[in-house]
């Protein structure tokens, strides 16, 4: 088994680079752009928060996808989800059904780990080492 312990990231670096694609996508080009949802939550400069959290969803679901800046791209999407978690998700409780923490909270784990270990086999960071 130790042969593919190697290989134990990748599986999750992929499916959490396309979540994180397609949510951002859906903020660039899919007409849910954040910024007056941002406002509402009182956050500060919503319109330059928005542009910073869609693009960092979008292109860093690509890096995830790629294996690029595996762990900077993880704390920066943990950051935005841990953010996500705090302002959004956590008065509505846990299930994801009533919009709560359950689907953040899974991200947010993912992301950090990768953050914490890197992008394992098959990735631009391992080629680059």
Do not use: C
Not at 41 to 61: K, T
């Amino acid at each position: 088994m130790s042969n593919w312990e190697e290989y134990g990231l990748l599986p999750l670096r992929i499916a959490l680079g396309i979540v994180f694609i397609y949510h951002g996508y859906l903020k660039l080009f899919g007409g849910q752009f954040p910024n007056e949802f941002f406002g509402s939550l009182g956050i500060p400069l919503p319109y330059v928060f928005a542009i910073i959290v869609s693009v960092l969803e979008f292109f860093g679901g690509i890096a995830l996808v790629l294996g690029l800046l595996t762990r900077y791209t993880g704390l920066l999407l943990s950051i935005n989800m841990l953010v996500a978690i705090l302002l959004v998700h956590l008065p509505n409780g846990f299930l994801v059904t009533q919009g709560g923490m359950e689907f953040p909270l899974a991200l947010l784990g993912g992301a950090l780990t990768l953050a914490m270990m890197g992008s394992g086999k098959l990735s631009v960071d391992d080629y680059m080492s």
